[in-house]
């Protein structure tokens, strides 16, 4: 039996977050850490840095070799909690260990979907999520010359660019009309798929995979793709990336509400006392959207993690809350997105965009107030914006100045500059006042 | 917390921050060679925002909540726990520019042609910081507290 005062469960940005913010406020309470993963925390994005040949699993560490033993945190590695134990306080690992907490914070994150499609057993084909996916890649692409890539989202594009600078001929499948369709509007689509299309990849829009079929001579090893319309891919490498959805096992069944994932409040905490969720587990505040939302993206894993240790340490603070946002270099082109990046139509939804050759801007407007935005080959300045998003500034005295080339802080009103230029830094979270 | 805060009544958009900051960073620190032998050439680590009259430079507050060191991907960005600076380490930033798409002030700036994110590092290794000391308006200081400002 092992005793800890904080269970951390997921070793990745939303439990380093919360174990960093935990360790600013009770220096000796302890803190555990346990993850299915066998790694020190290290960056999922950059696995595909890793894939591309580029680098080692040390570069792609998110804190260095000695930051459990600093903190003073206990990590299990390698180990899995199936029961959380919630009217106990005590849960259960696969191994048959329990481990009785004072606070725990759900951080699982979220598992790859896999459609529905016969011969995704057949050696060869993988999802792209963790680096134990990359390094199951890595092996397969020796002797491999083509792959098909399932998934024409951020994952899925990755794993291309990725398997491209390796020398390997690409397809990828998208199901819907254009790559990159939840984090990018059309006109960025369209940008993003000349680069790709231009590194040689070959792309096919608004087609499914019906199969995935073995090699003639040896049928559970991959040979081919048959789409829906009948065409036949010929591959050795099939890289399944629909996207991700979050892994509820630990809240199923008990009672922690759940929606699409685990529903948190402002303050990261669970319908359930003295459990926290945060990152692509949890279904927290959006403040695009004014309402709780999964928002998988690393930066939000942090911050929430960051809210959620606070809160189990006895500092109580209140999340702003996150939004979808995506920084992204595709075969040099850099793409930058977050909020809400293309307008439903007819819901009083306004527009700002310029395109100035490949550079793209794009501004989504609600009530005069900004809601999405997209920027490609031209990003300097994206911030700015995000900072008027999140701060959801009225922008109507001065929408004609997001189209200048020297769109800066300068450009904003006076009032709205002043508090910009002076002010000592910007809040993500608050204090709550007792 | 030290921090450099900008005026705009008083900056004329001469640059000479930029110019300072660029030779500071440097290798050699030494204007001729800074701009004329080294390359890439180094890039300053502020920028002079400027629009008609209105002019001012924009750097790193050096926040708090760093939005860019909690969304970093690659942890190459950091505050420091004691003196507050907020940092890029060079050998780990892979170029994402995470950091640029939060900075709700502009201030971290990509260099594109090294692929890493580059912002101001208050010049710890001086006295006062060579934008602030070669400003000719004094339209750059060096205060030590929290401001007292309206918040928008």
């Known amino acids: 039996m092992i005793e800890t005062k904080y269970l951390i469960i997921g070793n990745s940005a939303g439990g380093i977050g919360a174990a960093e913010a935990i360790r600013e406020v009770d220096r000796v309470g302890r803190v555990t850490i346990v993850s299915d993963e066998p790694y020190p925390v290290y960056s999922r994005p950059l696995i ?21 033993d600093k903190n ?12 959380l134990g919630i009217s106990r306080h005590r849960a259960e690992m696969e191994d048959g260990e329990d481990i009785r907490w004072e606070k725990a914070l759900i951080a699982v994150g979220g598992k790859p979907i ?8 057949k050696k060869g084909v993988s999802s792209f999520v963790t680096f134990d996916d990359a390094k199951r890649i890595e092996g397969l ?16 594009i990755s794993a291309t660019e990725a398997l491209s600078k390796r020398g390997i001929k690409v397809t990828v499948v998208e199901m819907k009309d254009r790559v990159l369709n939840t984090i990018l509007d059309e006109t960025g689509s369209r940008l993003v798929d000349d680069v790709i299309r231009k590194a040689g990849v070959e792309v096919f829009c608004g087609r499914t995979v019906a199969q995935v079929v073995g090699q003639p001579t040896k049928s559970n090893q991959v040979g081919a793709v048959i789409l829906d319309s009948g065409v036949q891919l010929p591959c050795d490498l099939v890289v399944v990336a629909i996207g991700v959805v979050p892994r509820l096992e630990l809240a199923t069944g008990t009672s922690i509400e759940v929606n699409r994932g685990v529903l948190v409040d ?3 905490a669970t319908s359930v006392p003295d459990v926290y969720a945060c990152g692509d587990v949890a279904e927290a505040y959006d403040f695009v959207y004014g309402a709780n939302r999964v928002v998988p993206v690393w930066p939000t894993a942090y911050i929430g993690g960051r809210v959620a240790g606070y809160n189990m340490a006895g500092r109580k603070m209140e999340y702003d809350g996150g939004t979808a946002m995506n920084s992204l270099s595709y075969f040099g082109v850099p793409v930058i997105s977050a909020g809400l990046v293309a307008a439903p139509e007819g819901q009083g939804y306004e527009v700002l965009s310029r395109l100035n050759g490949a550079r793209y801007r794009k501004l989504v407007l609600k009530d005069n107030r900004i809601v999405g935005m997209v920027f490609v080959n031209d990003i300097e300045r994206a911030g700015i914006v995000f900072g008027l998003m999140k701060d959801a500034v009225d922008i109507s005295a001065f929408k004609e100045a997001f189209a200048d080339d020297d769109f800066s802080l300068a450009s904003l009103p006076a009032s709205l500059r002043a508090g910009r230029r002076e002010t000592p830094g910007w809040s993500l979270f608050r204090p709550v006042v007792q | ?16 921050c930029e110019v300072n900051c660029l030779i500071e960073h440097s290798r050699s620190r030494d204007p001729v060679k800074a701009y004329k032998k080294e ?14 009259s209105v002019s001012f430079a924009t750097l790193c507050r050096h926040c708090e909540q760093p939005v860019c060191v909690y969304s970093c991907i690659t942890g190459a960005m950091g505050k420091d726990p004691v003196i507050g600076v907020v940092s890029v380490n060079q050998d780990r930033c892979v170029g994402c520019w995470t950091c640029v798409m939060v900075c709700p ?18 010049c710890v290794h001086r006295q006062t910081p060579a934008c602030v000391e070669n400003c000719p308006n004094r339209a750059l200081m060096v205060v030590e507290e929290k401001v007292a400002v309206p918040a928008h």
Not at chain 2, 1 to 16: F, G, N, P, S, Y
């Open chain 1, 48 to 68: 595909s840095k890793y894939l591309a040949g580029k680098t080692t699993f040390e570069s792609i560490m998110y804190r260095t070799a000695d930051f459990y």
């Open chain 1, 72 to 83: 003073d945190i206990t990590v299990l590695l390698g180990r899995r909690i199936n029961v």
């Open chain 1, 114 to 121: 896999v459609p529905r499609v016969r011969g995704l057993k």
């Open chain 1, 141 to 156: 692409i020796d002797s491999k010359q083509r792959a098909v890539v399932i998934g024409g989202g951020l994952i899925g």
């Open chain 1, 266 to 268: 402002r303050h990261m």
């Open chain 2, 1 to 16: 917390m030290k921090r450099i805060q900008a005026r705009e009544d008083v900056c004329m958009a001469c640059r000479l």
């Open chain 2, 39 to 52: 390359t890439p050439r180094a890039m300053p680590r502020l920028r002079v925002d400027e629009k008609s």
């Open chain 2, 105 to 122: 002030f502009g201030a971290i700036l990509p260099d594109a042609l090294r692929g890493k994110a580059i912002k101001c590092d208050l």
